[in-house]
Nanobody
Framework: QVQLVESGGGLVQAGGSLRLSCVASGGDFSLYYMGWFRQAPGKEREFVAAISLGGAVTYYGDSVQGRFTISRDNARNTVWLQMNSLKPEDTAVYYC???????????????????WGQGTQVTVSS
């Protein structure tokens, strides 16, 4: 089990950028696939991005492809989500999550992840 703490959320105008961070503790970070999800009020939790153990393979949700970039540094136990060209519909609470057993079939599924951070609010104004 790992503990995850997100930071970097805030209020930004449409077209702007934010960089979210998620720092892990309590486990060997290099053994965990990492994902970012988001949830807007009244909506289901949505897959945003995920990254493989070493960072070589990344996955993105259709709505963020080309605008968001996920990366990780195993030496710093950190995963980031760089969000560019933000839109009002990106407004949500963003969560990072970890999973030891992800496959290409499960990595986009929120119920496959074991541990979650507390979330960080991102608000994009129009």
């Amino acid at each position: 089990q790992v503990q995850l703490v997100e930071s970097g959320g805030g209020l930004v105008q449409a077209g702007g950028s934010l960089r979210l961070s998620c720092v892990a503790s309590g486990g060997d970070f290099s053994l965990y696939y990492m994902g970012w999800f988001r949830q807007a009020p009244g909506k289901e939790r949505e897959f945003v991005a995920a990254i493989s153990l070493g960072g070589a393979v990344t996955y993105y949700g259709d709505s963020v492809q080309g605008r968001f970039t996920i990366s990780r540094d195993n030496a710093r136990n950190t995963v980031w989500l760089q969000m560019n060209s933000l839109k009002p519909e990106d407004t949500a609470v963003y969560y990072c999550a970890s999973d030891r057993d992800a496959t290409s079939a499960t990595i986009r599924l929120h119920n496959a992840y074991d541990d979650w951070g507390q979330g960080t609010q991102v608000t994009v104004s129009s």
